[in-house]
């Protein structure tokens, strides 16, 4: 099993920032893949951005260039440094645990993120 607790949502406005934090405890010593995911009304949950315990990252198109995920392996904790939100990327962002041999999903509370005008 799986536990991820997430912090750092809030409201915004257009071209600000904000930091998503997402802590894994629990069985996280097999491959896996950390991330966000976001899901805005009406929505389909979308990938935002993704890191392997190797390090390596992926993005979603609309976020490039804007967002950075960043990953303390030892602590299986990571971060979303959000910058240069738009109205549009407002949604509730879930943190994500991929047991890559046990193709398990792990997800966490979610957290409001909220970028006005």
């Known amino acids: 099993q799986v536990q991820l607790v997430e912090s750092g949502g809030g409201l915004v406005q257009a071209g600000g920032s904000l930091r998503l934090s997402c802590v894994a405890s629990g069985d996280i010593t097999s491959a896996n893949v950390l991330g966000w995911y976001r899901q805005a009304p009406g929505k389909q949950r979308e990938l935002v951005a993704g890191?392997?315990?190797?390090?390596?990252?992926n993005y979603a198109e609309s976020v490039k260039g804007r967002f950075t995920i960043s990953r303390v392996s030892a602590k299986g904790t990571i971060y979303l440094q959000m910058n240069s939100l738009k109205p549009e990327d407002t949604a509730v962002y879930y943190c994500?645990?991929?047991?890559?041999?046990?193709?398990?999903?792990?997800w966490g509370q979610g957290t409001q993120v909220t970028v006005s005008s």
């Open positions: 994500n645990f991929f047991d890559v041999p046990a193709a398990r999903h792990y």
């Open positions: 890191i392997l315990n190797a390090g390596h990252t």
